[in-house]
């Protein structure tokens, strides 16, 4: 095993594993803001980087842009896109109507290690809010979804609603940045947040993912309030929702 950019590499990990190391990579860039929008990414620079030949990260740049998180401009090359609240909502739209079926479609089993996932990143969470840290904090809440995910054992359920988490999951990191000096606003979504994992992790506990499903049901639907008040706000600085 070896370390690169970050990851680990397995020295014999086969172009299918290394196809999705550079794409979970370059995904988790975008959403932690270092490719911000606007940015180029050029792919010789990519595979000089990761030490492959255009081919594959031309593939990744490929599904990258079929996700809404690159585009192509002619004469231009690869960019990443900018957040459109319009189009943020609507996707909010369908992650409301999908939340509660990860506790009810193909639901995984839940034991002891499970369990012991979701109390550590309660743990992490709790922390997070007394460091006050946005990037920390987005972090955690990728490797939340990740985890709520993996409730349910339905492959193309889990598929979309990745593909939708990481439509909106810059949102929050941006405006966070650029509300540095608003602690408040930022401490009360931290708060926010921390209830939500600690509610989900309880209801793990005693084996209810309905009830789980319910919880994260309530939560991206406030956060959908959240965006639909922050884009019919003008000339206020309005914190944006969770990444959810």
Known sequence: MTVENGTQRPAEEGARG?????????????????HAPGSRLREEDLAEEFRVSRTPIRRVLVKLEAEGLLRSVHGVGTIVTDIDVNELAQVYELRVELAELV????????DAALIARFHEIRARCDAMVSEGDPRTF???NMDFFHLYNALTTNGPLREINERLYYQTARIWLKTA??????KELIHTE??????????????????????????RR???????ARIRKASETEGRPVIAPTAG
């Open 18 to 34: 290394r196809f999705e190391r550079i794409y979970r990579t370059l995904r988790m860039r975008i959403c932690l803001l270092d």
């Open 103 to 110: 506790g009810r479609l193909s639901p995984a089993p839940v």
């Open 138 to 140: 987005s972090r955690i």
């Open 177 to 182: 940045l650029r509300l540095r000096n608003s």
């Open 190 to 215: 931290f708060t926010t947040f921390q209830r939500e994992v600690a509610d989900t992790t309880e209801a793990i506990e005693h084996g209810d993912l309905v009830a789980a499903g319910h919880v």
């Open 218 to 224: 309530a939560h991206i639907a406030m956060s959908f």
